[in-house]
């Protein structure tokens, strides 16, 4: 018989335990729930597991991570793409970690689209003034997207998918990637020119020491 691996699960949400549980039987796993982050007053609750499943917000230090690989931890599950909180350095030799390659890249290229419109049309503000029954129109006057230029910096696969949404309500396109892709129909441009002709930018790219504060308030 199969041993079940026991994992301790950080930062936890309903809707995680929803989908987990589903799973846990099928694959013999024993999972105990925290809702707290882990972090350095938190590691100790990770002792007596073969693994833990972190988040985005989650502290996974050199200090953490030394914790969890004396406590005996093997593995270090991350349930998001994103894995600069995560100090490599520290990790190799001692813990494996293991990412979400890659989320729908449509979802979220729809879902800045989404961000868009509700910025430029002021959705957010006319939804708090209609429930408080004020139904002015004042300072939610937003601007026709088409006709515009959008700066896409990053075109990996969700800013490739934007560019697309952006085309379809008719804007200009133009984008920065130190990585061109060749097979991205768009005008590269660098990225002060990018910010000097763009009427909107969206960001595409990975947190990384490059790209930490690509927007700036001197930028724009």
């Known amino acids: ?36 982050h882990l972090n350095h007053d938190t590691v100790k609750l990770a002792d007596g597991f073969d693994a833990v499943v972190a988040f985005v917000n989650d502290t ?6 030394e914790s969890l690989h004396q406590s005996g931890i ?3 599950a991350l349930r998001c793409a994103g894995y600069n909180h995560v100090d490599f350095k520290a990790a190799f030799g ?8 890659a989320y729908s890249p449509y979802a979220v290229a729809e879902h800045a689209a989404a961000l868009l419109l509700s ?3 002021k959705i957010h503000r006319a ?17 026709d997207l088409h006709g515009k ?4 910096i990053g075109t990996g696969k969700i800013g ?6 952006c085309r379809g309500f008719g804007m200009n396109v133009i984008a920065y990637d130190p990585y061109p892709n060749a097979d991205t129909a768009v005008d590269y441009v660098d990225l002060n020119e990018l910010i000097r002709h763009s009427d909107v930018i969206s960001l595409h790219c990975p947190l990384t020491p490059q790209t930490h504060h690509i927007i700036s308030r001197e930028a724009l």
């Open 60 to 65: 996974i230090d050199a200090t953490v991570i």
């Open 127 to 143: 939804y708090t003034r209609t429930r408080d029954f004020n139904f002015s129109i004042n300072g939610l006057t937003g601007f």
């Open 1 to 36: 018989m199969t041993e079940t691996r026991k994992i301790a699960f950080f930062d936890s949400k309903p809707y995680d335990r929803l989908w987990m549980d589903r799973l846990k039987d099928a694959y013999e796993f024993d999972i105990t729930y925290f809702e707290s």
């Open 119 to 121: 910025l430029n049309r």
């Open 160 to 165: 490739r998918v934007f560019i697309d949404i």
């Open 149 to 152: 230029t959008a700066g896409i």
């Open 74 to 76: 093997e593995v270090i």
């Open 94 to 101: 001692k813990v494996h970690v293991l990412h979400v390659p």
